[in-house]
């Protein structure tokens, strides 16, 4: 079985003590952490086999020791909300309210097929891992007639990229005719929804510990889905053991829809459908009274907060220090793609602390708070608490390695503060179940360049400017 040891980088360990080691080590044994703690890894190393000199291969059969002094290691990223398939349509309504937004894209996207979202996935999933982020969920819900298998195109691009992958099986079943917001054409029949979801499951699930993928539901909005595709959602779900997932209180636009069209708030509405509880999450949770955050609290229901796509689209300001105080769980999510073109992981961190303070002063959301977030909350909301989203002995190897001894954190002393504050620092390493995906800010599993090129094309294609 290889060994990988990371010797000499500070260690943020994100676990329930957080412990933390200015000089420390990790090791790494096949897919999963075997030790991490201060000082040098020569104990460990000893015991594994691993020789101590040298920065690259150490001449022992598959064991590899890294110098990682002036580093920082850190659990991977974990993103809780995002639609890959966005990715070909960034820097559209780029002033524009989201109803707005989703109006003028809705026909864009109607346009999709396999040979358009598996290169945009690959460019969306490729880019995330250059931001740190090993897991990753997926929200797609538009799905052609003639578009062929997209849920299946973003498995596969997310195969090759190599990143733990939480897909989401979305639906839109309400269209303008019968009051929703997206145009007939792009919304399915309810009944097709259910079988082409408990097909995913069987096709793509896997429930097994370790797991790189595992599927969930996900009916996109209440202003895009009927309650009964609600209903019926909840309870396939339910049946066959996976997470429910949807957008919720995003605007105050879906506020009004909301009262206008169900006469309760968004959380009221979910409530009455069953579809509150510990294996759902919801993306944004922006408008939230404090009724609906202590009922969030109760049922253990998770929010995905994304900062950045709420600053583009002018959303508002989600309430996390409330959220947090509360004991809802909280991930973060890069949103959009085209909500939010940046669609860095590392910089939702960076956003969710600055945003909360904005709002709330500058206490209202700690530096580690926010990497937390962005780490084990991010773990909670996915279900994989127990497997990643901190360094510890017997957890999967899913660690960012980033350097801080560059110009732009010299001299800062508290390096999760230059992690979450400075400047988006360099990549050294991203391990994703021990397989090395990014070194040294470069994508070791693709090449990056062919990827742009790619989705450049996929772009065009869709956007119509080929
Ligand atoms: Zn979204």
């Known amino acids: 079985m290889s060994t990988l040891v990371l010797d000499g980088c500070a260690v943020v360990t994100m676990d329930g003590q957080g412990s933390e080691y200015a000089a420390g080590h990790v090791v790494v044994t096949g897919n999963v952490i075997s030790a991490v703690g201060p000082g040098s890894a020569n104990s460990s190393a000893a015991n594994s086999g691993v020789a101590n000199s040298g920065v690259a291969n150490s001449g022992v059969a598959n064991s590899r020791r890294i110098d990682a002094s002036g580093c920082l290691a850190t659990p991977g990223l974990i993103n809780t909300h995002h639609h890959l398939y966005q990715w070909g349509t960034r820097g559209m309504a780029a002033d524009a309210t989201l109803f707005e937004w ?6 864009v996207w109607a346009r999709m097929d396999y040979d358009v979202v598996r290169p945009l996935a ?4 490729a880019w995330l891992a250059r931001s740190g982020c090993s897991t990753t969920m997926d929200h797609h819900y538009i799905f052609p007639r003639a578009g062929g298998d997209l849920l299946g195109a973003t498995v596969a691009a997310a195969r ?5 992958f939480h897909p989401t099986r979305g639906s839109m079943d309400l269209g303008a005719s019968a009051g929703g917001l997206p145009p007939d054409d792009v919304v399915e029949d309810r009944d097709a929804i259910l079988v082409a979801s408990k097909a995913a499951i069987e096709e793509f699930h896997d429930a097994s510990p370790h797991s790189m993928l595992r599927i969930g539901l996900a009916p996109c909005s209440p202003f895009s889905v009927t309650s009964g595709l609600l209903t019926d959602a909840a309870e396939l779900a339910r049946h066959a053991g996976v997470r429910l997932h949807t957008h919720l209180a995003e605007t105050a636009d879906e506020d009004e829809y909301c009262a206008e069209h169900f006469g309760c708030t968004p959380v009221e509405y979910l409530d009455s459908l069953g579809w509150l509880g510990d294996d759902v999450w919801l993306a944004h949770g922006v408008h939230l009274g404090d009724a609906a955050i202590t009922r969030l609290a109760a049922t ?3 929010v995905a907060h994304c900062p950045s796509s709420n600053g583009r689209l002018g959303a508002g300001i989600c309430r996390t220090h409330d959220l947090l105080a509360a004991k809802v769980p909280v991930g973060l999510g890069v949103d959009g793609a085209a909500s939010s073109e940046e669609n860095s992981l590392i910089g939702e961190v960076r956003q969710a602390a600055l945003i909360a303070r904005s709002a709330g002063g500058p206490r209202a959301m700690t530096v580690r708070q926010a990497l937390e977030l962005g780490t ?12 990643i989203g901190s360094l510890e002995t017997g957890k999967l190897a899913d660690i960012a390695l980033w350097r801080l001894d560059g110009l732009p954190h010299a001299g800062i002393t508290d390096l999760v503060a230059a992690l979450v504050l400075g400047a988006r620092p360099p990549l050294e390493l991203l391990l994703v179940n021990g397989e090395t995906i990014v070194e040294r800010d470069q994508l070791v599993t693709v090449d ?10 996929a772009s065009a294609v869709l956007t119509g400017h080929r």
């Open 102 to 107: 989703l109006t003028e894209l809705y026909p």
């Open 448 to 457: 990056e360049r062919g990827v742009a090129a790619q989705a450049r094309r």
């Open 122 to 125: 690959t460019a969306a999933l």
């Open 376 to 387: 084990m909350g991010g773990a909670r909301l996915l279900g994989r608490d127990q497997e």
């Open 300 to 302: 253990g229901t998770g």
């Open 160 to 164: 090759q990229v190599g990143l733990r």
